[in-house]
């Protein structure tokens, strides 16, 4: 799972919603496919991909002595093996994840369907004492958690049927990512060797991401919890309740706060300062509001916390002022689409509209363009700290940078009437 520093994260892939969360919707209600996280991170050990099955079993040789050496039984890694095998689909899964996109309102048609709203209304009504307890135990409301679980699996009817040592084992030895991926395949042999599950228990996504909502070997370890008393801190089963009350521990351990909303969906005044919407700037809501910023129906946010303003769409599409919560669930997965689904579908769980301004007609930048994008920025002399793709903070900031250059509207937004502009600026 992805990590935040501070209250509100500088995240690399902040606006792009990858293939991994949107090309793989089998149907309105099924899952947004098992989330972007875990994202590469600076510093990581990064394996060369095996030429051949026989490269791939060197590596497995050195790791079974890696794993023994870090205390998991030998005779176990020998058991656990004898099903594991180097999957090439795996892999074309993790070098694909970042080459088609949809923008969040797009993204949100999906995410946030008719179907997956009244699929977990009747959910949250069928474990609704369930939800009830976890939110009282852990502080964390039941429709988040009921948001969660729908977009990771569909509300447990697509769980994923990869197997994940074999998938762990795979992108360990063969990703940008093996070191993330290594922890994650000794995180699933140990789980292994406390009884809390058999190898055949393991099935997931192609990321090895398990359960109904979709842990991480390393968060399960950390994380999961025993809801229903019978001993086994049980994430597979078609039971969900040891899954929710493990979602709502891990939201809680990372600093959820129970009565303070993710976001809320706001008007700004025609004569804004768009160079305020930055999530750097935190303002109380009544500061926002003696600014002109108010709710979509025209009344002042209460004051939850301070907050900043979120312009996902551009200064054309709507605009969210988002409280620390949002920063929350960004642990679970850094990607603003994702963090907006969530709250959003939990928002229509309960009974609320769908967002209130239209999202701009736009296509998605592709990953040449974006990659095109942060090139000529930072040529220009707007750095973009990086040219990976990845729609971040750092990059958002370079086209607000070019955007003010240009005398145009400094909403970050990287659109392909932005990149048209820097084309034609000679970038």
């Known amino acids: 799972m992805a ?27 099924g899952p947004v496919d098992h989330s972007l996280r875990p994202l590469a991170r600076p510093g990581m050990v990064m394996h060369p991909a ?4 026989s490269a791939f079993d060197a590596w497995a040789t050195d790791f079974r002595r890696r794993a023994e050496a870090l205390g998991i039984d030998r005779a176990l890694i020998d058991r656990a093996f004898l099903g594991v095998s180097f999957d090439p689909a795996i892999l074309k899964r993790d070098e694909n994840q970042f080459q088609f996109t949809k923008t969040v309102g797009q993204f949100l048609k999906t995410a946030v369907s008719e179907a997956r709203i009244r699929n977990g ?8 004492a369930d939800l009830a307890a976890i939110e009282a135990r852990y502080g964390v409301e039941k429709q988040i958690v009921a948001a969660i679980w729908g977009l990771e699996s569909a509300y447990g009817a697509w769980r994923g ?7 762990l084992a795979t992108l360990a030895a063969t990703s940008r990512r093996g070191a993330f991926f290594e922890t994650q395949l000794i995180a ?65 351990a990372h600093g959820w706060t129970h009565g303070q909303p993710w976001g809320v969906e706001v008007r700004l005044p025609e004569d804004f300062d768009y160079l305020l919407a930055d999530r750097r700037i935190e303002k109380m809501p009544s500061d926002w509001a003696a600014l002109g910023v108010r709710g979509i ?60 301004h239209p999202w701009p007609d736009d296509r998605a930048l592709t990953y040449d363009e ?16 990086g040219i990976d793709a990845r729609i971040g903070p750092l990059t958002i900031n370079a086209v607000r940078a070019f955007q003010n250059a240009q005398e145009l509207i400094p909403d970050g937004y990287p659109s392909p009437a932005l990149l048209a502009r820097l084309r034609g600026a000679g970038g």
């Open 161 to 167: 049927s990869t197997d994940v040592l074999s998938a």
């Open 188 to 252: 699933a042999l140990t789980i292994l060797q406390r009884g809390e599950a058999r190898a055949t228990d393991l099935r997931g996504s192609w990321a090895g991401a398990m359960g109904h909502t979709q842990f991480m070997p390393t968060s399960y370890l950390q994380y999961a919890e025993d809801f229903d008393g019978d001993g086994r801190r049980d994430i597979w089963s078609d039971d969900p309740r040891d899954a929710l009350a493990s979602t709502a521990a891990y939201l809680a």
């Open 370 to 385: 974006r990659i095109e994008l942060q090139r000529r920025l930072t040529e220009r002399g707007f750095d973009t700290q």
């Open 121 to 128: 209304r009747a959910a949250m009504r069928k474990y609704a």
């Open 3 to 29: 990590r935040i520093t501070g209250r509100f994260r500088a995240r690399r892939g902040g606006l792009v919603v990858a293939a991994v969360l949107c090309a793989g919707i089998a149907q309105a209600a």
């Open 50 to 53: 095996p030429a051949s099955a």
């Open 297 to 356: 129906d025209g009344q002042p946010v209460p004051d939850h916390a301070p907050a900043s303003i979120l312009l996902p769409g551009g200064h054309r599409g709507p605009a969210f002022m988002i409280f620390p919560n949002f920063a929350v669930l960004e642990r679970y997965n850094t990607a603003d689409a994702y963090v907006i689904g969530v709250g959003h579908l939990g928002d229509r769980l309960m009974g609320a509209g769908p967002v209130g």
